[in-house]
Each structure stands twice: as C-alpha cells, then as structure tokens.
C-alpha cells in the first residue's frame, strides 16, 4: 500500500547477466501492425523525491538541492503507466517520453523506457525554466511529432505549479483533460473522469488532446531488471530550447525564498476530557 | 487599469473563495471586477455585487458556462482581458483548469496560489509543499495569478456593485460535458469550514469514518482525510486533505490516525489550533499538533463523542 515512488532504479545489475536476458526480450513490440493506433507523448520532469525534506539556502535564493535524491514526479510515473497500459492493450502505437532540464534528466526518461515508454527526448536546459517556457518547448515537440494524446502529470511536486499541461494544451488549441481519475479512450475521443472539488464529472474531450493525471489513475508499476537493461538501449534524442526556437529566460524574478514561519509541537494531553478542556480553553470549541 | 476576479460559484451560491479571491484583489490597489461565468446564475451575480471593494460584476449567462469548462472559460475570459491589467482566480479545481490556459494566450507566466501580495507585481507562494515560501515578481504585461484562499480573510457583504452583461465568447467545441457524481453532505464545506476532523489509514475501513461524522455532526464541522484514506476506499477523493489534495486552514483541525506526512501537513498546517489522536507516540503529527493525545482512536472517538454529549453538543 505504502509505496515508495523512488529509488527503482538504482540497483546496479552486472552487465554480462543482463545483456543476456536482453536477447530474449528484444522482441518487437506487440502492439505493432495495429493500424489506427496512436502516439502518445509523455513529458517527465525530473524532481526532488517526494520524501526529501527541503531546507532554503541561508542566502534565501533557492531550496538547497546540492546532493538531494531526485526522482521523477510521481505525477508523471503515473501519466507512464497510463500510456504504457494503452500500448498493452493496443491502443497506443508510440509512447514517447519527453523531458526539459539538465543532462541528468535523462536518467528521468530512462526511468520512463523502463517502464515500457518506446523512446526519448531530452531538451537540455541549464537554470530554471518557467512552465510557459516548458510548455512552448512542448508546443514545437507536439508539432513535430503529432501525437494523439499527451499526458502530463497535474502538478510538479517541486514547484507546485499545476500549469504545463493546460498551458500547452492552450497553445496548442486543444482540449484538455486535467486531473484524470479514469480514461476510456476510443478512436477519435476520450472520455475522462476528473477529480474535482465537490466529487468527480466526466467530460468527453476530441483527440488529440491533454489530460494531466490525477493520483488514483493507476498504481505505477516497478521496471522489472531486464526491462532496464532493455532501456538502456532505447533511444534518446538530444535537443536543446532553440532547436524549437523558444527563449527560455525566465519572465518572473524571484526576489526571496525563505522558510515559513514554524509550527511548534504543543503539548501531550492525558485524556478525552482534557483535549476538550485545553480545545474550550484556546476558545476553538 | 483595473482587475478581474473569476468567480467560483455553483449556478446557485457564490462560493466563499470568491470573496477571500476578491480580497486579495483590492491588496492590488486597482479597482476590482468580478465575472460570474454560468448558466442561470443570476442569483450569484447579485452576491457578487455585494462584495465589498468591488466595482463592477460582469455576468455571462450562457450554458456554455454551466460547469466551466476550461475551452469556453479560455475565449471568455480573453475576450474581456484587454480591459484588465490582472486577472485572479481562486486556485480551485475550476480556477486550476482554466487559468493557465489564459496565461499561456497572453503569453504571460502563471503565478499560481499566491497567500499574500507584497506589492502590486510581487507576491508571496508556498513551494515544496510549502516547505519553502518564494517571492515573486511579475514582470511587464498582464498578471495571471491563482490565490490560495484559506490565506485570505473574505471580502464582506457591504457593496452595491452593478452588474452587467456580457456576450458569450466562441466555443471552440471541443470537449462536452458529460456528467458528473457530486458529493453529497448536510456538512460544511471542507474548505470553508471551522472545524475539521479528518482520519487517516488507522480507520481502517468506510463504516469506522462513520465514527468520524458523528463527531463532526456535533461539531458542525467538515470530515477530511489522508491520501491513504482516499486510496484505500474510506472515503471519496473530494475528501483529500494535502498537498495534492485540499487546503485548509480553519480554526481547529482535528487528525485521528494519520501519521503527519509531508504532504498532508502541506494541506492543513495553517490551522488555528491543530489536535491529534494517534497510538503512535511517535508519529510526525504530533510535532506540530498543539493538542495531542496518545490513545487508541476506537477507544477515544467513541468517548469524544460521550463526553460531546454531555457537554450538549
Ligand atoms: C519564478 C520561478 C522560480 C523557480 N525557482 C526554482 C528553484 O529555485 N528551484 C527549483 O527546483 N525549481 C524552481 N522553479 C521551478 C522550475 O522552473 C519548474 O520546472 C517549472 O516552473 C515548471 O513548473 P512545475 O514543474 O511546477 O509545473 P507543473 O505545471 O506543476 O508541472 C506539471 C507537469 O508538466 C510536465 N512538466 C513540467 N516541467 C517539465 C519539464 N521540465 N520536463 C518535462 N515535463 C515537465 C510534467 O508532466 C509535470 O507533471 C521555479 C519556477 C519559477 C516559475
Ligand atoms: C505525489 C504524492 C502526493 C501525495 N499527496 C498527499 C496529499 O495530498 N494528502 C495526504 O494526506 N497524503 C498525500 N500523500 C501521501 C503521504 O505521503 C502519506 O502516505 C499519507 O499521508 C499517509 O496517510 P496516513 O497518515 O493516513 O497513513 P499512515 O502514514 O499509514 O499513518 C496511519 C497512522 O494511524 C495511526 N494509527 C493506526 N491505528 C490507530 C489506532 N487504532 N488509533 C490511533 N492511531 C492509529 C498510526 O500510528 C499511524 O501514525 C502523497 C504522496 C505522494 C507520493
């Protein structure tokens, strides 16, 4: 139940053990010759793990990230194995992985082809880059590479942000899916169940489309070893911002960023009758 | 110029978000608009108009708006954005799913659930799940922000706006609404409610969160819940306190069986007065709860509620 969204790949394998179970599951995939599948692009942001405790710099410009454990957003493990199901089931031709950051982030779309996606791209970037930006970048990938569906995680645990995937979907014009609790996806349509603020609604979207997801659309699945051998022989296309003519410079400044200001523990009561006493006491009852 | 703040409201009531999102835009010093965006929702725009600091309503009744589908709410909201320096919108489901569409059209970056204005174009936001607080600052063009609103008192009731109508904007017909399976409760919102009692994996399963609304009947409050809670079937997502789930910050915040994970506290450690059951001495929640009691919450939820009664609650 408690799993951890992390740490799957960093079991070192010995190479001559894995290049032999690689032979045998190299086969093609068996969603091929499928004639009116589609492709779907999954962008995957590499984040700090979601069980880091962030502390700010002392110079108050940034979260201090120096030999943090990063992993990917556990958002977008969850729009993978999405994708990754509809290749299993026929649906999807393509899964493509896509991820914007530092040399590093390759390991994040390596983690993506471990789990089943075809192939990669990496657009290197150095710095921060704002979802705006993210999402032009995105934006030229999606012409590119026409895909029928993208699915982006709905928020970055880093940032917090909850933009990239409506962004590009407005830049696109397409419709869009947010927070996707459930997919049906049929040949020109997909109807999505959303998780919103008073219970779940159903939209039907025209393909292609966005749809972020949401927690419960799946339980991301393990790579399996042989399929992280396998990865490492996929293949990841290598790009940077102005391939696709966009100027990632940051349009916002940040001034600061500081420590909220600290909760401290209170005290340890005995019994029912004293917790409601202490709750009338601070006047909340 | 001024600012236009997108209401959220359900056809029939104004939501509290929109007077706490109206707030923070009189912190920008420029008039303030709202835009009540619905269908036969004429009722909210006239609450709206109550909204103290506020100028002017513009209504756009139209079924195209009746459950503010982010494609519609997009050519809307541009189609009047040229009279506004800022647009705000509550960072609600609804706000979160068409915002950033408006933003991206402008070619101008999101500055999503700020909890304070520090100057007209700088504002403060939580990151890391709220681990840390960025300050942030907008540079030339319009501002698109989404307003964390438990971090804003609301606006009262004392104006006398007008309201105006304004013409539905193209559909762009690509997504339709289909249905949806709304949470039904005599309860307050979780959101807006004063006190909140949420449980946590140690409820074990959906008949033991029964234990749960008993109290909160007799504390008029709203039942929330961990993201374990959720995904082990207890209770319904819109139940989900956290991070990734609802803010809340209401006078007390009462956690029965969670154990206080980062991204729960993220969702609830602005409360007033934050109380804790938990069998586990240990468990993180206790260092932040202000009141915390170690017991087994099967023996102490049934004795909160005796001891409710016989207080008269
Ligand atoms: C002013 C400002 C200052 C910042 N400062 C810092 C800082 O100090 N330290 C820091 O670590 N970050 C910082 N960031 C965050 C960083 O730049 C984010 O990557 C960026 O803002 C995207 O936001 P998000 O990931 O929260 O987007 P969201 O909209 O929350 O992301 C949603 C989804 O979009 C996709 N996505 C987003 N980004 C990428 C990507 N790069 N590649 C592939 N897919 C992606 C993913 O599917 C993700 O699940 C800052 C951002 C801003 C705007
Ligand atoms: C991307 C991501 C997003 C997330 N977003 C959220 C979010 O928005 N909200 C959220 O809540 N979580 C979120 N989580 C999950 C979070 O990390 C924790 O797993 C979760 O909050 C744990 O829920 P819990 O406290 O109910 O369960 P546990 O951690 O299992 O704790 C149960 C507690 O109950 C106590 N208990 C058990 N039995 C009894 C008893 N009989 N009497 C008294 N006490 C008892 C135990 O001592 C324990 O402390 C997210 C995780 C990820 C990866």
């Known amino acids: 139940m408690h799993r951890t969204n992390s740490g799957r790949l960093k079991t070192s394998v010995s190479a001559s053990l894995a290049d032999a179970r690689d032979e045998l599951l190299i086969a093609g995939p068996f969603s091929q010759g499928i004639s009116n599948a589609m492709k779907v692009l999954v962008p995957v942001k590499r984040v700090i793990d979601y069980n880091v405790k962030v502390r700010v710099k002392a110079d108050q410009t940034a979260v201090d990230l120096a030999n943090v454990k990063m992993s990917m957003n556990p958002f977008d493990e969850i729009a993978v194995e999405e994708a990754?199901?509809?290749?299993?089931?026929?649906?999807?031709?393509?899964?493509?992985?896509?991820?914007?950051?530092?040399?590093?982030?390759?390991?994040?779309?390596?983690?993506?082809?471990?789990?089943?996606?075809?192939?990669?791209?990496?657009v290197k970037t150095q710095g921060e880059v704002e979802p705006l930006a993210v999402a032009k970048i995105l934006k030229a990938i999606c012409d590119a590479e026409k895909p029928d569906l993208v699915i982006t995680g709905k928020q970055a645990i880093d940032d917090d942000s909850n933009q990239t995937g409506q962004m590009l979907a407005a830049l696109l014009g397409w419709p869009q899916a947010t927070f996707a609790h459930k997919l049906e996806l049929e040949a020109a349509s997909a109807k999505v169940e959303r998780e919103i603020d008073g219970g779940l609604q159903t939209l039907e979207v025209k393909l292609p489309a966005v749809m972020t997801t949401d927690l419960r659309l799946n339980e991301p699945r393990y790579a399996s070893l042989p399929n992280i051998m396998k990865a490492k022989k996929k293949p990841i296309d290598e790009k940077t911002p102005a391939d696709y003519g966009v100027d990632t410079t940051p349009r916002l400044k940040v001034l600061k960023v500081s420590e909220p200001p600290k909760r401290q523990g209170g005290v340890k009561v005995k019994t029912v009758a004293e917790l409601l006493a202490r709750l009338k006491d601070a006047g909340v009852l | 110029m001024a600012t236009l703040v997108i209401a959220e409201h359900d056809n029939k009531t104004l939501k509290d978000a929109t007077a706490k999102t109206v707030t923070a835009a009189t912190q920008l010093g420029a008039g303030v608009h709202v835009l009540v965006a619905g269908q036969n929702c004429s009722a909210v725009a006239a609450a709206a108009a109550k909204l103290a600091g506020v100028g002017k309503v513009l209504l756009a009744d139209d079924a195209l708006y009746a459950k503010m589908v982010a494609e519609t709410m997009e050519t809307l909201i541009l189609s009047l954005a040229g009279g506004y320096d800022a647009i705000l919108a509550p960072a609600t489901t609804n706000g979160k799913n068409y915002l950033p569409r408006v933003a991206a059209k402008l070619d101008t970056?999101?500055?999503?659930?700020?909890?304070?204005?520090?100057?007209?174009?700088?504002?403060?936001?939580?990151?890391?799940?709220?681990?840390?607080?960025?300050?942030?600052?907008?540079?030339?063009?319009?501002?698109?922000?989404?307003?964390?609103?438990?971090a804003f008192k609301p606006a009262a009731a004392t104006g006398s706006a007008a309201v105006e109508k304004v013409a539905a904007a193209s559909d762009p017909g690509t997504s339709k609404f289909v249905g949806e399976e709304l949470s039904k409760s005599e309860r307050p919102e979780l959101t807006a409610a004063k006190i909140v009692i949420s449980g946590g994996r140690g409820l074990q399963s959906a008949e033991n969160f029964k234990l749960l609304e008993k109290i909160a009947d007799k504390l008029h409050a709203a039942v929330g819940a961990s993201r374990a809670a959720v995904d082990a079937g207890f209770v319904t997502n819109d139940y989900q306190v956290g991070q990734t789930g609802k803010i809340v910050a209401p006078d007390l915040y009462i956690a029965v069986g969670i154990s206080g994970a980062i991204q729960h506290l993220a969702g609830m450690k602005d409360s007033k007065v934050i109380a804790a059951i938990n069998k586990d001495e240990e468990a993180p929640i206790f260092q932040i709860a202000d009141f915390g009691l170690v017991a087994d919450l099967f023996k102490a939820i049934p004795e909160l509620e005796e001891e409710l009664t016989k207080l008269g609650a």
């Open chain 1, 84 to 122: 990754v199901r509809l290749k299993e089931k026929g649906k999807a031709s393509e899964v493509v992985a896509v991820s914007i950051g530092p040399a590093q982030a390759s390991e994040t779309i390596r983690t993506a082809l471990a789990m089943g996606a075809d192939r990669g791209i990496l």
């Open chain 2, 109 to 150: 970056p999101q500055i999503s659930e700020i909890v304070k204005v520090v100057a007209p174009d700088t504002f403060e936001r939580p990151i890391y799940a709220g681990n840390a607080i960025q300050t942030v600052q907008a540079g030339a063009g319009k501002k698109v922000v989404s307003v964390r609103t438990t």
